[in-house]
């Protein structure tokens, strides 16, 4: 059971916007530590996709945007492309455990 | 660019000590703006932070609770690369076993990654 809640799967049809949640509590999200996100094509490693909850890496394409608010936060994914297929995770950081905590992570499917 | 690569075997006997190495490259360890992680993917504990490295002035280290009483990570700054070994380890330690950069410039997101090294637990 991962500290972090995150959907097990969404999908959508190339072009379109798909969002997913992570849902965090009082001691993580709620508790204002920054949000991150990441994206694991099969086989490799994760790559960062979005750090400090909204900003992204250089290289990393505008189609993707996070946001938080209050224990929760979001990535969402517009003009969606089949490169988009990956597992997708955020991260923060749990005060009560005293480390980073990751979601369980979303399968996405481009349909 | 900064790069991250990982060594160690991939099969460990139960009971026996886990050792991985991770070097470092266009970065340095003892970096004032930067912490060096292992981080640990399997299908049943998914994606789990297992504890960090870094240098502020002196060496801190950060372990996750769950792992805190087994592991240490440990710095060598002749050779630029940081390690970690697990002792006592079991078939629940069995995964994929990655080392990463957080850097302060990105609110210590885990900026850069490891090939990552898939590690056996069994006899």
């Known amino acids: 059971q991962s500290v972090l809640t995150q959907p097990p799967s969404v999908s959508g049809a190339p072009g379109q916007r798909v969002t997913i949640s992570c849902t965090g509590s009082s001691s993580n999200i709620g508790a204002a530590y920054d949000v991150h996100w990441y994206q694991q094509l099969p086989g490799t490693a994760p790559k960062l996709l979005i750090y400090?909850?909204?900003n992204r890496p250089s290289g990393v394409p505008d189609r993707f945007s996070g946001s938080k608010s209050g224990t929760s936060a979001s990535l969402a994914i517009t003009g969606l492309q089949a490169e988009d297929e990956a597992d997708y995770y955020c991260?923060?950081?749990?005060?009560?455990?005293?480390?980073?905590?990751f979601g369980g992570g979303t399968k996405l499917t481009v349909l | 660019q900064v790069q991250l690569q990982q060594s160690g075997p991939g099969l460990v006997k139960p009971s026996q000590t886990l050792s991985l190495t991770c070097a470092i490259s266009g970065d340095s360890v003892s970096s004032n703006s930067a912490a060096w992680n292992w981080i640990r993917q399997s299908p049943s504990r998914g994606l789990e932070w297992l504890g960090r490295t870094y240098y502020r002035s002196k060496w801190y280290n950060d372990y996750a609770v769950s792992v805190k009483s087994r592991i240490t990570i440990n710095p060598d700054t002749s050779k630029n690369q940081f390690s970690l070994l697990m002792k006592s380890v079991t078939p629940e330690d069995t995964a994929v076993y990655y080392c990463?950069?957080?850097?302060?410039?990105?609110?210590?997101?885990?900026?850069?990654w490891g090939q990552g090294t898939m590690v056996t637990v069994s006899s």
């Open positions: 991260q923060s950081y749990d005060s009560s455990l005293s480390g980073s905590v």
């Open positions: 400090a909850s909204s």
């Open positions: 990463a950069r957080a850097s302060e410039g990105l609110d210590d997101a885990f900026d850069i």
